[in-house]
């Protein structure tokens, strides 16, 4: 039977569903400005003004059988059901004149019990090839029996929203309503809402059936324990998770149900700046033909990629199928969880650089979501600057993160799980006075967990945040495993960790009414 999309009220009949990606490549390169194909045999795309998420644009459809459970506020905003309608109606008016427009039709989640079926209608190859990438794709044979999707994503970013629009406060909008099972996107091409919309989804579906969606990587050893990595940017989650001794089961997005994990998506989405062969050779291997690179800048004669070069972004991305890196567990599913670990990068340089937490100091890091930046990152930054996400992904998450740590201290018990906040930032000093850890004591740390070495060494309890430090770590000096051991000047370590202290209990005061009291205590004193 001939695909159609009439029952969403659009007429256009020249739609490409599932396409080749030389078909994908051909209509970007005639079609898109700024299309390319890099030396390696990737696609170079350009996604306009915008070259990273709106997060103010984001909103979830108020609505009775839900609203109780969304935590509303800076992360959630919400819009009324006309509005979204208002929208909806602006982008099928849109994609209707079109000549042509894509479709892809692909699963998220790799297990079967919890995958929903997704369908993306687009307007640019870019964004197909992209979510091609990104989700579970049905082989061309199940393709046939696919039947009606669970949720779609009706993409007319190339078409402005009207901002004098009801609750509208740009020309840009990410529409969610959990109700009709619909994503609205205008006036925004930058691909990774889609990806985030879908994250969104899982994020509120899967607390209702007990199951924790999570901003992470994993990756699973040879006797099959699982580790996740959680960690906000520059903390190193993509490049630890890349273990050559481990298959990688995901770098971003995964679940965790009764019986293990899997991930949600089919690919990567990789920062490319500063990329080279030598220091992240699984993606730079993975960037070859298939791959989509965004934004980045480029020889006009050679094609070779300058991935320093952030003249138009420093956001610049790399999505590829998840088995272009070598050593990956397909299907991306696994037993649960043996070891959890927070990566934080402390520019103060007062948290060590690996401590044992209890489920509930677990719990309290998880929604603390604690990295720093440091001088040189952001305009104006001087000195260290402490950044907190809750759940290590507040944008994209639904529920108050309450519910979230919740499920965490629940399966971290069911499944005797232990839980690690490794520092990957500062020692001797903080940024600026003392030096950074090296990646290679980061990495012995973390076969040390693996391999179990921590149970059977003695720790010192560290008395402001009630961490259990290894006084000892095989390939480590152990001077530095204490991190007032490694300060030539005492009081200001002081100063710093006390500064630090104020800023986490600071940071939890918005929480500590919503959370369960042995989590608020678990914190710093």
């Given amino acids: 039977m001939e695909f159609n999309l009439q029952a969403y009220g659009i007429e256009v009949t020249n739609i490409l569903r599932n396409s080749e990606k030389a078909i994908l490549y051909e209509s970007a390169l005639k079609l898109e400005k700024g299309s390319a194909i890099s030396s390696k045999g990737a696609l170079m795309v350009y996604s306009g003004k915008k070259t990273g998420r709106s997060p103010r644009d984001k909103r979830v459809v108020r609505h009775a059988a839900s609203e109780k459970n969304i935590d509303w506020g800076p992360v959630n905003y919400g819009m009324d059901e006309h509005t979204f309608m208002v929208n909806r109606e602006r982008a099928i008016d849109y994609l209707n004149t079109r000549e042509h427009l894509y479709v892809v039709d692909a699963f998220a989640g790799w297990d079967p019990n919890y995958r929903l ?229 402390d520019a103060f340089g007062v948290l060590p650089p690996v401590s044992k937490l209890n489920p509930e100091q677990a719990s309290y890091h998880f929604i603390s979501g604690y990295t720093a930046k440091v001088a040189g990152t952001e305009m104006g930054i001087k000195e260290p600057q402490a950044t907190f996400s809750a759940c290590f992904g507040a944008a994209f998450m639904m529920w108050h993160p309450n519910r979230y740590a919740e499920l965490l201290a629940k399966k971290m018990k069911e499944c005797d799980v232990s839980a690690w906040l490794v520092n990957t930032g500062w020692s001797g000093g903080a940024y600026g006075v003392g030096s950074r850890i090296k990646l290679k004591y980061t990495r012995a740390i973390l076969d040390a967990i693996h391999n179990g070495d921590f149970d059977v060494v003695k720790t010192q309890r560290e008395e402001e945040f009630g961490l259990e430090i290894p006084l000892s770590c095989p390939n480590v000096p152990s001077e530095i495993l204490v991190p007032e051991n490694t300060w030539k000047d005492q009081k200001q370590f002081s100063k710093l960790k006390s500064k630090l202290v104020s800023l986490f209990r600071e940071n939890f005061e918005k929480f500590k009414d919503h959370v369960d009291e042995s989590i608020a205590k678990a914190g710093p004193n």
């Fill in 117 to 345: 079926k997704i369908r993306i209608i687009c307007t640019r190859a870019y964004h197909a090839l992209f979510m091609q990438n990104m989700l579970i794709m049905p082989e061309r044979e199940a393709l046939k029996s696919f039947g009606e999707p669970d949720y779609v994503i009706f993409n007319a970013g190339s078409f402005p929203a009207n901002h004098f629009t009801t609750t509208m406060t740009s020309k840009t909008s990410i529409g969610l309503s959990l109700e009709r099972k619909e994503v609205v996107i205008l006036g925004t091409e930058y691909a990774g809402e889609m990806k985030k919309g879908i994250f969104s989804i899982m994020n509120y579906l899967m607390p209702l059936q007990e199951v924790l969606p999570m901003h992470c990587s994993a990756n699973v050893g040879n006797e099959g324990d699982v580790s996740l990595l959680f960690g906000l940017s520059g903390t190193g989650k993509t490049t630890l998770s890349a273990d050559p001794g481990r298959k990688l089961i995901g770098d971003d997005e995964h679940c965790w149900h009764r019986d293990g994990v899997f991930n949600i998506e089919g690919g990567c989405y990789a920062k490319a700046i500063d990329l080279s062969e030598e220091k992240e050779p699984d993606i730079f291997n993975a960037i070859r033909y298939g791959t989509v690179l965004e934004n980045v800048v480029y020889d006009p004669e050679t094609r070779e990629v300058d991935y320093s070069d952030t003249a138009i972004t420093q956001n610049t991305r790399a999505s590829y199928p998840i088995d272009f890196i070598n050593n990956t567990q397909i299907p991306c599913i696994a037993g649960p969880p043996k070891n959890i670990i927070f990566l934080t990068c």
